[in-house]
């Protein structure tokens, strides 16, 4: 043989050998790739929303937050749940663009009697740290134990530091400033530009609603709009969990311009006579879900206004409050349309409505459709099942002179369609306990009610036992069990 000529088998070996130093380096490449988190470019999945462990912690006491006195301080370091080094005191962390840190090592000596405005700059200083900081990698604001005053907050993106979502852990109490004119804008604490958020923890957000209500807490001639205790606007990928929402001046949340936001597991809470503080207010968005949880309140425990898409209400507890509503629509011009709303498995207790649509009655146009109540228990609601196209004239005193002929008077030009009452049952503290009152300009079509059983009961039940049911301008199919008696439109 030629010394100049491998054999068949040399030439195999060599070709093994070089297939597995290729398959060995994409490996390598790989698995570098994937601890940066694009393994397969920008489009890789990020960590799931539900997953809050091993990130950096910013706590907001070492930017400067100060709890209120007789709260501790000189927060360690904590990671909840998992990860982290709980007996390590937090290290200094650069705000973004690594200048003076300023007051951010924590050591603000309480000088300043604007307290509440320190909190609040610390609570955004601490968040620009973890956002879009010096930091590259997942991170987690900690708000801890103890009770922090604060005017108004916001929590602004884009965030640069890591691809993850972002995590605000809420382990205190943090309350709201009662003068009104601390607040420029109708929100409190908001979430802006975000995309992967995570709002946790066991936490209380306190709006102290109740010194600002029905006028008080403003000290001027001009008072602004009370603010909502918190906004999300144009947030997309966000989870809310766990946390207490107490008392908030107007909405306690509201959810706008967003997508893909989930509330899961929440607990809100105002008294019955509380002014225009519902749980939830949804618009502009799409793919928001309310699961879960628990709400009280003065109003709609939850409202989906314009431009609302596929929204989804499922195991909630509503009451005291005004029940769960589509609307109100058609108070302002170029209104966006509500496409899918699905409220499932919900219960509501002492409220004024259960499940309801409302409608201004004037010459703004609109429409909202695919409109689903399913399986709902009701124990004392005032209006079990409602469509009420007449809502604005109410309130101008328009309404009470023609109850008795809905026709009369101004009406709505919302059309409302595919609209679903389905296996509702319990027990209504009113003498009507099925209202349609649809529009006569613009009546509602396919309007299905499906085993519907609702007895009159619960304390302070009219006297009159009888229980009815009516309709005005509107397609109504029935199916199933009907207590009340199918209505007659008219």
Not at 282 to 306: L, R
């Amino acid at each position: 043989m030629s010394m100049g000529l491998s054999s068949p088998n040399m030439d195999t070996a060599r070709r093994l050998e070089a297939i597995l130093l290729v398959g060995l380096v994409f490996l390598a490449c790989a698995a570098n790739g994937a601890s940066r988190g694009h393994l397969f470019g920008v489009g890789a999945p990020r960590r799931s929303l539900t997953d809050t462990t091993n990130r950096k912690v910013f706590d907001v006491t070492a930017f400067g937050a100060k709890p209120e006195a007789g709260d501790s301080k000189g927060r360690k370091m904590r990671e909840l749940p998992g990860g982290g080094d709980i007996d390590a005191p937090l290290p200094q962390l650069p705000v973004a663009g690594g200048g003076d840190s300023g007051s951010d090592d924590g050591n603000d000596d309480g000088s300043n009697p604007d307290a509440d405005n320190d909190t609040g700059m610390a609570f955004i200083k601490t968040w620009v740290a973890a956002c879009r900081g010096e930091y590259k990698g997942p991170a987690k604001v900690l708000i801890p134990k103890g009770t922090f005053l604060a005017g108004p907050v916001v929590f602004q993106g884009p965030c640069t530091s890591s691809r993850e979502p972002i995590v605000v852990e809420i382990q205190g109490e943090v309350k709201a400033t009662t003068d009104l004119s601390d607040y420029s804008s109708p929100e409190w604490i908001s979430f802006e530009n975000i995309d992967g958020l995570i709002v946790t923890g066991d936490g209380v957000i306190n709006g102290q609603g109740e010194k600002t209500w029905n006028g008080a807490g403003c000290h001027s001639d001009d008072c602004p709009h009370s603010p909502s205790n918190i906004k999300f606007q144009k947030v997309k990928n966000a989870l809310i969990e766990g946390i207490t929402s107490l008392n908030s001046k107007y909405f306690h949340y509201h959810i706008t311009d967003s997508s893909n936001v989930t509330m899961n597991n929440v607990h809100i809470t105002a008294p019955g006579d509380s002014p225009n503080t519902d749980g939830c207010h949804i618009s502009n968005s799409d793919n928001v879900k309310v699961i879960n949880s628990i709400i009280g309140t003065g109003d709609d425990c939850v409202s989906v206004g314009q431009g609302a898409r596929q929204v989804t209400i499922n195991n909630v507890t509503c009451g005291p409050g005004h029940g769960i509503s589509v609307g109100s629509l058609g108070k302002y011009k170029d209104e966006q349309p509500v496409v899918g709303v699905t409220v499932t498995n919900c219960t509501l207790s002492n409220t004024t409505n259960g499940a309801r649509i409302k409608t201004w009655a004037g010459p703004n146009r609109g429409e909202a459709r695919g409109i689903i109540f399913d399986n709902l228990v009701l124990d004392h609601v005032k209006a079990p099942i409602v469509i009420d196209q007449h809502y604005g004239e109410k309130k101008s005193g328009g309404h009470k002179k023609n109850a008795k002929d809905p026709n009369s008077g101004k009406q709505s030009l919302y059309k409302l369609s595919d609209i679903h009452f389905r296996n509702i049952k319990g027990t209504s503290s009113h003498n009507v306990a099925v209202s349609l009152s649809c529009s006569a300009t613009n009546p509602c079509d396919g309007v299905e009610l499906n085993n519907i059983d609702i007895a009159l009961g619960g304390a302070g039940t009219a006297k009159n036992t009888d229980i009815a049911s009516e309709c005005y301008n509107a397609k109504v199919t029935t199916k199933g069990t009907m207590n009340p008696a199918a209505p007659a439109c008219q």
